[in-house]
């Protein structure tokens, strides 16, 4: 078995054989949301990703710091150095203090990936927090002479940058010469050296909320910084992974990368790993065109664009049947193979379970096979993660196994060693590394309250149409002891948990 990790570098654009810093140890850092609204399906696929890369990463037996930052702050609207803040905009409509929403649509994140059986970063810091350090990083690229101060506001000399250290563009395949041209019809662009520079301090407008007192002005870090202060606060100058979706390699990763290197003239990560895009019926999800779904739209199955509800096992499982660097596609048939996918790994697991082996097996072809999808599956994951096709040799083990149950194979035609480590591949892949969680159980229970209560509801109806009062009012009083609450409509009764 392949035991070498490899990762598909951003930075290097090739597979490399992944080698830490610090033997047995990995720092990690993925950039979290800007909370100023709920968090949308495509940051989800994002966490989910790396969620299991962490997961895989621990299995293997390293000691993980992943931190995931909290973006409260600086992160103006479009993503430019213009502009309102996106949370004190949000702020503003919903007639809310900054931090009110900051606190309200983190806890709002927190319990998305809760459901979605996320794990938690070792250390979550907001920017907000770490406003010392980053007024400490823009001192230090000043002192380097790669920054300069303008009417209070300072910013990242691009241009001199570039020809400098030659690798400015270089993650995100950027050329400076295209920079200059793209970004010079830009408004407020007079006060910077080149059209091209960034801020990396930005000096208050009067009506802005959110400031903090510095060597330049009251203002606040620029939105880029942020992510650079703090991951060098907490996994020191050069770490290991650093982590993101796709759209933030430029300019969000790029700008990380000139500014670590104007801090302390080094790079911030030796591997960058990015995840795709989630498209929506062959499109990018857009609310203008009407081609976009919430996370508990599809847990309810409030939208016109599927055919029913899905689990959040379903959801993470549809999630990892594509490789976090490819495009993935939702669409109602993928989420219903999807669902009948992971009802059927758990039907494996719980088959696989129940098989009693007697201890007396021989080895065989079967045994031989079975240990080979078992190596392959490692394989897989050793192989930049690669989700889906871990997930296929696991169904393949199904067959097998349905095989077992059903007597077409004998289980003495495998050693109890073999039977063993079956069952322990689907534990650590499902539930370790997968990440997920057997939902059929509860799914199955919620089926069946849903039909008793259904009962319930007819047997009352049918007691007050005989003018059975007694029953009904025995049904009602006992149903509110029990803390369920029945609601007479025109579509008829319909019953919830107080």
């Avoid at 392959?376 to 040799?393: C, G, K, L, V």
């Amino acid at each position: 078995m392949n035991k070498e990790l490899t990762v598909q570098n951003s930075l290097s654009r090739k597979k490399e054989i992944f080698k830490p810093i610090h033997e047995g140890h990995i720092g990690m850092y993925v950039c979290g949301p800007t909370v100023y609204n709920d968090v949308h399906l495509g940051n989800c696929r994002t966490f989910v990703s790396f969620d299991v890369i962490y997961r895989y990463l621990v299995f293997l037996g390293y000691k993980v710091r992943y931190v995931r930052n909290i973006t409260d702050v600086g992160h103006l609207v479009d993503d430019a150095d213009t502009g309102e803040d996106k949370i004190s905009k949000r702020a503003r409509l919903e007639k809310l203090e900054p931090m009110e929403i900051v606190q309200k649509y983190t806890l709002g994140f927190h319990e998305m990936m809760r459901v979605f059986n996320t794990k938690s970063p070792d250390i979550e810091p907001r920017a907000s927090g770490h406003i010392l350090e980053q007024i400490e990083m823009v001192q230090a690229i000043l002192d380097n002479g790669l920054a300069y101060e303008k009417n209070g506001s300072v910013y990242f000399d691009t241009v001199k940058f570039a020809k400098e250290q030659e690798v400015y563009g270089q993650l995100s395949g950027r050329k400076i010469d295209e920079l200059m041209v793209e970004t010079r019809d830009l408004k407020n662009q007079a006060e910077k050296n080149n059209p091209a520079d960034f801020a990396i301090w930005m000096k208050a407008s009067p009506e802005h909320i959110m400031r903090w007192k510095s060597p330049w002005s009251e203002g606040f870090p620029g939105w880029h910084l942020e992510c650079s202060a703090m991951s060098t606060k907490y996994l020191g100058t050069t770490f290991d992974i650093h982590g993101g979706g796709n759209d933030l390699k430029f300019p969000h990763h790029e700008n990380e990368v000139a500014q670590n290197y104007g801090a302390c003239k080094c790079a911030p990560a030796n591997y960058w790993l990015h995840t795709n895009m989630l498209l929506m019926n062959g499109k990018k999800m857009s609310k203008s065109d009407n081609n976009s779904i919430t996370p508990k739209q599809l847990f309810t199955g409030d939208s016109e664009h599927i055919s029913k509800s899905y689990t959040p096992m379903a959801l993470r499982f549809f999630m990892l049947q594509s490789h976090y660097s490819s495009t993935l596609d939702l669409t109602d048939d993928a989420l219903l193979a999807a669902e009948k996918g992971y009802r059927r790994m758990m039907e494996g697991n719980k088959t696989l379970l129940g098989l009693q082996h007697s201890g007396k097996g021989n080895a065989s072809d079967h045994d031989k096979e079975i240990n080979q999808l078992i190596d392959q599956a490692h394989e897989h994951m050793n192989d930049d993660f690669n989700t889906p096709m871990a997930m296929a040799r696991l169904f393949e083990l199904i067959s097998k196994i349905n095989s077992f149950k059903g007597g077409q194979i004998s289980i003495d035609e495998i050693t109890a060693a073999t039977f063993e480590r079956m069952q322990t591949t689907f534990k650590d892949f499902i539930f370790d590394i997968f990440g997920l969680k057997d939902e059929m159980d509860a799914g199955d229970q919620n089926e069946a309250l849903d039909g008793l209560m259904q009962l319930v509801i007819d047997l009352r109806q049918s007691s007050r149409e005989n003018k059975d009062w007694g029953t009904s009012d025995k049904i009602r009083d006992t149903l509110k002891a029990l803390k369920i609450q029945l609601k007479d409509g025109k579509d008829g009764t319909e019953w919830s948990m107080e």
